[in-house]
Structure formats: C-alpha cells, structure tokens
Nanobody, 118 residues
Framework: QVHLVESGGGLVQPGGSLRLSCAAS????????MGWYRQAPGKQRELVAT???????NYVDSVKGRFTISRDNAKNTVYLQMNSLKPDDTAVYYC????????????WGQGTQVTVSS
C-alpha cells in the first residue's frame, strides 16, 4: 500500500501557473501508472494526466499543451506543472497510484484545491 500526499494548490489568476506535487510513502518506481485527477463541485472526477513507470504520458484533451506530468523517482514524487490556467481548471486535484495487478490496486491522496479566478 502507498500513501499519497498532495501539495501546491492555491489561488491563481487566469493565465497563471501552479505546480502540484504528490509525495508517496514508498518508491514509485514499480507503480504501473500514476496520475492526477480533478473534481469540480457537482461534477464527476475526471482524469487529467497519467505517467507510467516507463515514462509514457497521457493527458485529457482539455489540458494538452498546458499541463505536464513528471516524476522524480529519487524523491518518490510526481508533479503536475499547470500553465496557462483557466477558470475551468478550478477543482480539487487528486493524486492517484494504480497497480496493474489482479486484483488491481488503486490509491488516492487527500486532494489539493486549485482555484483559478481573477
């Protein structure tokens, strides 16, 4: 089991940038896929970005070209660099670790609030 703690959220004006961090309680090297999800009030949780243990990245269309997911294995940390932020990006952002085993493992952080407003 892995415990995940997000940080870096806050209030930012449109067009600004934030970098979210997700610190894991153990090595992330063997995790099949880590990612970021977000949930706005009254809406379903949405996948934002993922990165596999091999470094393959995927993004939801709405953030392509603006967000970058990365990891630092030495620090057991995954990041989400968010640029050109828009009000629609406002949500609670959650870190996720997924193990592609049977049964699969699926772990979540507590979330960090991102608010984009002028």
């Amino acid at each position: 089991q892995v415990h995940l703690v997000e940080s870096g959220g806050g209030l930012v004006q449109p067009g600004g940038s934030l970098r979210l961090s997700c610190a894991a309680s153990r090595t992330i090297f063997s995790i099949t896929r880590m990612g970021w999800y977000r949930q706005a009030p009254g809406k379903q949780r949405e996948l934002v970005a993922t990165i596999t243990s091999g470094g393959t990245r995927n993004y939801v269309d709405s953030v392509k070209g603006r967000f970058t997911i990365s990891r630092d294995n030495a620090k057991n940390t995954v990041y989400l660099q968010m640029n050109s932020l828009k009000p629609d990006d406002t949500a609670v952002y959650y870190c996720n670790a997924y193990y592609g085993t049977y049964p699969p493992g699926d772990y979540w952080g507590q979330g960090t609030q991102v608010t984009v407003s002028s």
